[in-house]
């Protein structure tokens, strides 16, 4: 077919700028236990350069114990809705294509290349013919065929709880080894979008004969394959010997569900665990200071955010919305939560290290004013505040308990805190019955990935848009924003005049821009944290391996 050769085997040009570099903060966060001083932010820098380089031959061998700060819901593709479950996914199943380490190019995975048509609706994939499926219940290791990817990108675009692969019309089997990918309309960000686990290529067998059970039993054609997953437990993966890349390092990954961080951080310590994730308070200059382990940081494509319903309660009102803003002390939140470092204030729901940033939207965020917004609370007819409920995950506790003393400091709002794990913290905020509720997203350096999966009315009943925002003109320029044009200059116009509209209807209060942190024992070797929070332990150059 006619188009632009956009892959030439192992080749591809950059298609996405590079991840703009976030100012390094100092390191540290707010946690419970004994109290260390805040080292600097230079020498943060040294402690991940240093981790990064192996020291001397890899060796083969042993179990690495990795530690992830919430429980795993599902680990199937459709349904995941976490980081923690991506990074589980991510080291059994594989996607067509991914990013490169600093996220600035995409590179091949199960493709080996690509091409668009020039109308930019059909992207044709050459497959490579060595993949195999893991084992499973219901096939024994068969060969990964076209019609595999068929079946799981179709999947993925007609049943995704988060639709994460949308505007997919079909996907035709054009030849032994390739598949061309139809879309409804152009959609510049559609490559980005199947590197995302939720477009990792399964086999029918398997999800047929499990049914809702599959999330209990992934098979796909990655470095590792389930082993194990006790219920609300370890989960275990083993290497798997078929696998088309580099063969893996290590016999194995046992990944550890530890939701309290302090709990995570002696488990470091003590050796119990070779990589912690998601290091928050004093907890990181406990783990730099300790000369057994070393603490990686990188700026992130994080942020986190409170998020007030739209569609039902007193925050159906855009004045109480925009008082409620004007009366949070962002500065002063995170300053209390992060006071060892390792986040920033945030003003818009984007990333500064996504290109699509534009910092003069910062001018329609709403200026902390208490005395201004008790006079707006008392226009929308709450002039005594009034009475509402905040869900969190665990790990937001603190967030949300100096946001609820505030809010009864400035407005005589009553905020009471809901703590929920993380699978019905997800089913409250997708089906919109969370009052307010707190949360992060990390995703990927284009702007559709926040934008869109966050703003457009098609996301409402999704995670993303919990507040249920619904704007006509921001879905017509989101949609634009894919449709129209591959250019960067050209999309991040639209994707300016969408933020402004955005900001300016007060659907949440943007918190924080917050550093990815690992911390791992000394003997772990390869492994380096990723803007995205992405978790990558054998597969598209990286091989971790333990020197003991």
Known sequence: MGGVNVRKRFGLP????????????????????????APDAGSAAQSNQQAAQPSGQPKDGGILTLALSANAKTLDPIKYTAVYESNVMRNIADTLVVYNQDLSK????????????????VYTFKLRDNVY?????????????????????????????????????KVEVTGPNEVAVHLT???????????????????????EGWGDD??????????????????????????????????????????????????????????????????????????????????????????????????????????????????????????????WGGAEPSMLPLPKGSWGYDASAEANVPKYDPAKAKQLLTEAGYPNGFNTEIYVAQSRVP?????????????????????????????????????????????????????????HSKQIGALGNGYGFNNPKVDELLDRATSETTDEAKRKELYSQALKLIVDERPRIELGLIEIVAGTQKH?????????????????????????
């Open 14 to 37: 950059k298609v996405l700028s590079s991840v703009a570099v976030l100012s390094m903060l100092a390191l540290a966060g707010c946690g419970g236990g004994q109290s260390a001083p």
């Open 106 to 121: 995409l590179e091949p995975s199960l493709a080996t290349e690509w091409n668009v048509s020039d109308d930019m609706k």
């Open 133 to 169: 499926f893991q084992p499973g219940k219901f096939q024994d290791g068969r060969k990964m065929t076209a019609e595999d990817v068929k079946y799981s990108l179709e999947r993925s675009a007609q049943h995704s709880a988060m639709n994460r692969l949308r505007g997919v019309e």
């Open 185 to 207: 309309a152009p959609n510049a960000a559609v490559l980005a979008a199947l590197t995302d686990v939720g477009n990792v290529i399964v086999p029918k067998e398997e999800v």
């Open 214 to 339: 599959f999330g209990k039993h992934l098979v796909g054609t990655g470095p590792f394959q389930l082993e194990s997953w006790a219920n609300d437990g370890d989960v275990k993966v083993k290497r798997f010997d078929k696998y088309w890349g580099e063969k893996p390092h290590l016999d194995g990954i046992t990944f550890k569900f530890i939701t309290d961080g302090n709990m995570m951080t002696n488990a470091l310590r003590s050796g119990d665990i070779d990589i912690a994730t998601d290091i928050k308070g004093q907890n990181r200059a406990i783990v730099q200071k300790d000369d057994k382990l070393s603490l990686l940081t990188t700026p992130g494509l994080s942020i986190s955010f409170l998020g007030m319903n739209m569609k039902e309660g007193p925050t159906k009102d855009v004045k109480v919305r925009e008082a409620m803003a004007m009366g949070t002390d962002v500065q002063g939140l995170i300053k209390a939560v992060y006071q």
């Open 399 to 455: 967030e949300a308990t100096i946001f609820a003393t505030q809010m009864k400091e400035h407005l005589g709002i009553n905020v009471e805190i809901k703590t929920v794990e993380w699978g019905t913290f997800s089913d409250i905020v997708s089906k919109g019955k969370a009052p307010l509720y707190i949360a992060g997203w990390t995703w990927y350096p284009d702007p559709d990935f926040f934008l869109f999966q966050m703003f």
């Open 524 to 548: 772990v070797q390869g492994f380096n944290v990723k803007a995205d929070n992405s978790i990558v332990i054998a597969g598209n150059g990286v091989n971790v391996w333990l020197d003991k």
